[in-house]
C-alpha cells in the first residue's frame, strides 16, 4: 500500500532560521501531495496541494516541489517565526481520495 | 473550502458506556471520514462515509465498534460502542469538496476511565 516517511522530530530551530522537512512516499499511482499543518487543538489546516509532478506549491513562505523521479516531498522555509510552531504532516492522495499521513514532525521555533 | 464542527468537544466516559460524536459541514459534502488520533501520533483513517450507503471501514475498526450514519449530506455520525481505555483519543471528522484535498473538524476529545 501507499506509505509516507518524513522527518522524525522533535525539531527546534531559532526565529530567522532556515527548515527543511524532509518527505518521501511511496505508491505505485499517481497521486496528488500535501503538507497540512496542525495547531495545538485544533485539527490539521492544509498548507498546500501539489497534483503534478515536477510543480511546486507554495503558501505562507512555505514551499515544496514534486519530485516524482526521488519520490520526494520535501517542505522549505527560509526564515521560520514563532508562529510556525506546529505539527506538520506530509500526505498523499490517491484517486480514491483516502489520505495517508506521514508520522508528523513536531517544530518549535525559539524567539 | 468547507468548515466543519464537532460537538463535543471533548468527553469524559466510564468503560463500558457508549458515547456518539456528531459532525456537520456547513455546505454539502460527497464524502466524509473520520480519523482517530493519539497523543503525540499521526492521524488514523478509520472509516469513510458516504450519503446513503454504508460507511467503508479499514483495516481494524469494525462497523460494530464505530458504527457511523451518514443521513445526509451536511452530517455525519460517529459512535464509540463499549468504550474502553485504548480508545482514549481525539476524534477528527473531515471532508472533501470536487478535489482530494480534505478539510477537517477541530476534533473531539475523548477520555475513557
Known amino acids: 500500500g501507499d506509505s509516507v516517511t518524513q522527518t522524525e522530530g522533535p525539531v527546534t530551530l531559532s526565529e530567522g532560521t532556515s527548515l527543511t522537512v524532509n518527505c518521501s512516499y511511496e505508491t505505485k499511482q499517481y497521486p496528488t501531495l500535501f503538507w497540512y499543518v496542525q495547531y495545538p487543538g485544533e485539527g490539521p489546516q492544509l498548507l498546500f496541494k501539489v497534483p503534478k509532478a515536477n510543480e511546486k506549491g507554495s503558501n505562507r513562505g512555505f514551499e515544496a516541489t514534486y519530485n516524482k523521479e526521488a519520490t520526494s516531498f520535501h517542505l522549505q522555509k527560509a526564515s521560520v517565526q514563532e508562529s510556525d510552531s506546529a505539527v506538520y504532516y506530509c500526505a498523499l492522495s490517491e484517486a480514491g481520495a483516502k489520505l495517508t499521513f506521514g508520522g508528523g514532525t513536531r517544530l518549535t521555533v525559539r524567539p | 473550502s468547507v468548515l466543519l464542527y464537532q460537538k463535543p468537544n471533548r468527553d469524559i466516559c466510564q468503560s463500558g458506556t457508549s458515547l456518539k460524536i456528531q459532525c456537520v459541514a456547513d455546505?454539502?459534502?460527497?464524502?466524509m471520514f473520520w480519523y482517530q488520533q493519539f497523543q503525540e501520533q499521526s492521524l488514523m483513517l478509520m472509516a469513510t462515509a458516504n450519503e446513503g450507503s454504508e460507511a467503508t471501514y479499514e483495516s481494524g475498526f469494525t462497523k460494530d465498534k464505530f458504527p457511523i450514519s451518514r443521513p445526509n449530506l451536511t452530517f455525519s455520525t460517529l459512535t464509540v460502542n463499549n468504550a474502553r481505555p485504548g480508545d482514549s483519543s481525539i476524534y477528527f471528522c473531515s471532508s472533501r469538496l470536487g478535489g482530494r484535498e480534505q478539510y477537517f473538524g477541530p476534533g473531539t476529545r475523548l477520555t475513557v476511565l
Open positions: 455546505s454539502q459534502v460527497v464524502s
